[in-house]
T-cell receptor
Framework: QQKVQQSPESLIVPEGGMASLNCTSS?????YFWWYRQHSGKSPKMLM?????GEKEEGRFTVHLNKASLHTSLHIRDSQPSDSALYLC????????????FGTGTKLQVVP | GALVYQYPRRTICKSGTSMRMECQAV??????VAWYRQSPQKTFELIAL?????????EQNFTQEKFPISHPNLSFSSMTVLNAYLEDRGLYLC???????????FGPGTRLLVL
C-alpha cells in the first residue's frame, strides 16, 4: 500500500524566516501531489497541487517536485504566525477522482 | 463558492453502538467523495472513495461491513460507523471533489467520541 512520508514532524521558524517541508511517496506510480494546511480545530484546505517536474510558486509559497525521486517540498518564505498549522501532503495516481493518500503531517510553528 | 457541510459536528456514542454521519456539498456537484479519519495521534487515514457510477472503494484496513457508505446523489454522502469502539475515535472528514477538478474541498468533520 502506498505510503506518504513527511518530514520533519514538527518545525519552529522565526517570523520572517523560511520554512521548508518535505514529502516522499513510496509508490512509483504516484504522479500527483497536493499540499494542504490545517489550522487547529479546522478542516484541511488545499494550498497547492503539482504534477510536473520543477517548481510552482504562489505568493509566499513554492512547491518543488522531483518525479524521479517522488519527492516534493513546500517552502514558505517570510513566514507569519498565521502560517502556524499542520501541513499535510497527499499523493495520488492520477488527478481528479482518485484516491489521495495523506502523510502524517508537519506541524509548523512560526514564532514572533 | 464551494462549501462542504458535515453533520453532526460532534457526537458521543457508547461502545458497541453505531453512529451515522452526513456530508453535504453545496455550490457544486461532488462526483467523488472521500471519507477520512484523523486519529487522536493526528494520522490521516483514507477510509474509502465513492465516485459516481463506480463502486465504492475501501482502503485496506476499512470495510463496507464496518463503515457502510451511501452516495445517492451528487451533493450528499453518508457513512455509518457500526459497532463503534475506542479505536474508532477521531475526526471523520469528508472530502468532496467537483467533476474534472483536482481540488478537494473538506467539510469541518464529525468528531466521534466513544465511551
Amino acid at each position: 500500500q502506498q505510503k506518504v512520508q513527511q518530514s520533519p514532524e514538527s518545525l519552529i521558524v522565526p517570523e520572517g524566516g523560511m520554512a521548508s517541508l518535505n514529502c516522499t511517496s513510496s509508490d512509483r506510480n504516484v504522479d500527483y501531489f497536493w499540499w494542504y494546511r490545517q489550522h487547529s480545530g479546522k478542516s484541511p484546505k488545499m494550498l497547492m497541487s503539482i504534477f510536473s517536474n520543477g517548481e510552482k510558486e504562489e505568493g509566499r509559497f513554492t512547491v518543488h517536485l522531483n518525479k524521479a525521486s517522488l519527492h516534493t517540498s513546500l517552502h514558505i518564505r517570510d513566514s507569519q504566525p498565521s502560517d502556524s498549522a499542520l501541513y499535510l501532503c497527499a499523493a495520488s495516481i492520477g488527478g481528479s477522482g482518485t484516491y489521495q493518500r495523506f502523510g502524517t503531517g508537519t506541524k509548523l510553528q512560526v514564532v514572533p | 463558492g464551494a462549501l462542504v457541510y458535515q453533520y453532526p459536528r460532534r457526537t458521543i456514542c457508547k461502545s458497541g453502538t453505531s453512529m451515522r454521519m452526513e456530508c453535504q456539498a453545496v455550490g457544486f456537484q461532488a462526483t467523488s467523495v472521500a471519507w477520512y479519519r484523523q486519529s487522536p495521534q493526528k494520522t490521516f487515514e483514507l477510509i474509502a472513495l465513492s465516485t459516481v457510477n463506480s463502486a465504492i472503494k475501501y482502503e485496506q484496513n476499512f470495510t463496507q461491513e464496518k463503515f457502510p457508505i451511501s452516495h445517492p446523489n451528487l451533493s450528499f454522502s453518508s457513512m455509518t460507523v457500526l459497532n463503534a469502539y475506542l479505536e474508532d475515535r477521531g475526526l471523520y472528514l469528508c472530502g468532496a471533489r467537483p467533476g474534472g477538478q483536482d481540488t478537494q474541498y473538506f467539510g469541518p468533520g464529525t468528531r466521534l467520541l466513544v465511551l
